[in-house]
């Protein structure tokens, strides 16, 4: 069900029960002043004379009246018992009475007995009430008693047959009152005034509601661009603030992932780039010494070296790129595990010094006697370690020197700092060297097949692992960079055991 339809049932809800509310009331104080004009009429009628008449010949009096209390009939008759009234839909009974519009009143003793057998019984609801002592106890008309009201009243003497009075009034009342029946108007315009009121509360919520329905429906054709109004300090206007909240919300996912596609999509042209170049130079290494072969000429050690320099380029890049995505997938992919950085440079070391051989470049370490142990994650420390090596062995000149040295510090921590006399880098490019594809340019010039991933990767790995990365000028002319960090557990540093790399 629509929220109209349900507002408008319970506006004609609401306009009902306060119709009949005041239906009710209206009948309920009317029905008071009715009772209260009748007990008033009755004791009145009996202290001008009644009481005597009554008491004087109580087998026989009963007073009539019609079109409103006027006192006794000239002559002071006492009139014959009411006739039957009018029904409550105003048609006459057959064989009825006159037309409505009397009063009859009957007297009782103190046993609730009438002296005159014309007198009609007591109810015995209104004789219970006077036995409890009240001084008046009335009965309002109903469907099944032809729209009869009748009210007994204690009499202030209490005593002898006309103790207690009945008065029976049908039609128009005393003094021209007519019976409680409310008149139409009082339902109506109540019942008008209730609908006006809800209508005026309610309107103004469905309008907003509407505007809020047609806003967010544009703001969803519109790729959530599209504001919503806020306005007020109730339950709508909290809404309106939700779904705003919500827009915002889906349109920075959006932004955020339309980001990320960007940079995929950027990152995988280039990456394609990276990788397609060393490949076609592989490829045409290959395609030369398979020549030599086939024509049965030597090969020669400086094509093997190059294919196997190219080789060596796209295993660093695939594993830069697996690193990469690793840390782009964040902490739940990092796993925390005791690290010896001892046995981790001699692996990098053991994986380049065939290329280091190859460029004429020379490779040594040192490493402490006593072992380093960090807690972080081994792969991802490997690749950033291997990856500063590569690139201080790929950008040096032949007959260059570089060296990886591995050391505790005070406040148990440790320095890992690779060395060499190469090139190096400007001052004003070191700030920048870390982000993401951008090489310095003599790196440039000496490879323009490198990606840019390495010492980001790098930078990423330390954060990750809340260690700092440094770079500098090394004391050679080339570069330094420095791995700082906390150590797993204390320990003593012990002697340094220094191996040559250089074949």
């Known amino acids: ?169 049908w039609g128009p009342g005393p003094r021209g009152r007519r019976s409680p029946t409310p008149p139409p108007d009082m339902l109506v315009f109540p019942s008008l005034i209730a609908l006006a009121g809800v209508l005026l509360t309610v309107g103004p919520v469905v309008r907003r509601l509407r505007q809020l329905t047609r806003e967010v429906r544009t703001s969803v054709s519109s790729a959530y661009q599209g504001p919503i109004t806020l306005q007020g300090n109730d339950e709508v206007t909290e809404l309106a603030r939700a779904f705003d909240e919500a827009g915002r919300e889906v349109r920075a996912q959006m932004d955020l992932k339309e980001q990320r596609e960007q940079t995929l999509r950027s990152f995988l042209e280039n990456t394609t780039h990276d990788v397609m170049i060393p490949l076609t130079v592989l490829q045409g290494h290959l395609a030369e010494l398979q020549q030599r072969a086939a024509r049965g000429e030597p090969v020669e050690a400086s094509v093997v070296a190059a294919a196997s320099q190219e080789a060596h380029y796209m295993a660093a890049l695939i594993h830069n790129l697996g690193a990469a995505a690793r840390l782009e997938a964040g902490e739940p992919a990092v796993q925390r595990a005791p690290v010896d950085l001892n046995a981790l440079v001699e692996r990098c070391m053991s994986r380049h010094r065939p290329i280091a051989r190859q460029q004429d470049v020379a490779l040594e370490y040192a490493v402490p006697e006593a072992p380093v142990r960090v807690l972080g994650d081994d792969i991802l420390i490997e690749q950033a370690v291997s990856n500063v090596i590569y690139n201080a062995v790929r950008y040096n000149a032949r007959g260059g020197h570089v060296a990886v040295v591995l050391e505790h510090q005070p406040g148990n921590t440790f320095r890992l700092r690779v060395l060499d006399d190469g090139p190096g880098i400007p001052e004003n490019e070191l700030s920048r060297i870390v982000e993401r594809r951008v090489r310095g340019n003599a790196a440039r010039t000496r490879g323009p097949g490198g990606n840019g991933l390495g010492l980001n990767i790098a930078w990423k790995v330390t954060v990750l692992h809340g260690w700092r990365l440094e770079l500098g000028r090394s004391e050679y002319g080339g570069l330094q960079v420095d791995f700082l960090g906390e150590l797993l557990s204390e320990s003593e540093p012990g002697g340094t055991r220094r191996t040559s790399g250089i074949g």
Request: one cysteine or more; glycine letters at 12%; proline letters at 14%.
């Open 1 to 169: 069900m629509k929220l109209r339809m349900r507002l408008a049932l319970t506006t004609a809800g609401v306009a009902l029960a306060i119709a009949l509310g005041l239906a009710w009331i209206h009948w309920t104080v009317e029905t008071s002043a009715r009772e209260s004009l009748l007990a008033e009429f009755a004791l009145t009628q009996m202290l001008q004379g009644g009481r005597e008449r009554c008491e004087a010949s109580p087998a026989t009096w009963s007073l009539e009246q019609t079109g409103g209390p006027r006192g006794p009939p000239p002559g002071g008759r006492e009139g014959p018992p009411p006739p039957p009234p009018r029904n409550w839909f105003g048609r006459k009974e057959p064989g009825g009475p006159p037309p409505p519009g009397g009063t009859a009143l009957f007297a009782y003793d103190t046993e609730l007995v009438a002296r005159n057998p014309a007198a009609p019984p007591l109810p015995e609801k209104l004789a219970a009430a006077m036995r409890k002592g009240q001084e008046a106890a009335g009965r309002s008309p109903g469907l099944d008693d032809r729209g009869m009201r009748e009210l007994v009243v204690r009499m202030p003497w209490a005593s002898g047959p006309c103790a207690f009075v009945l008065v029976r009034q």
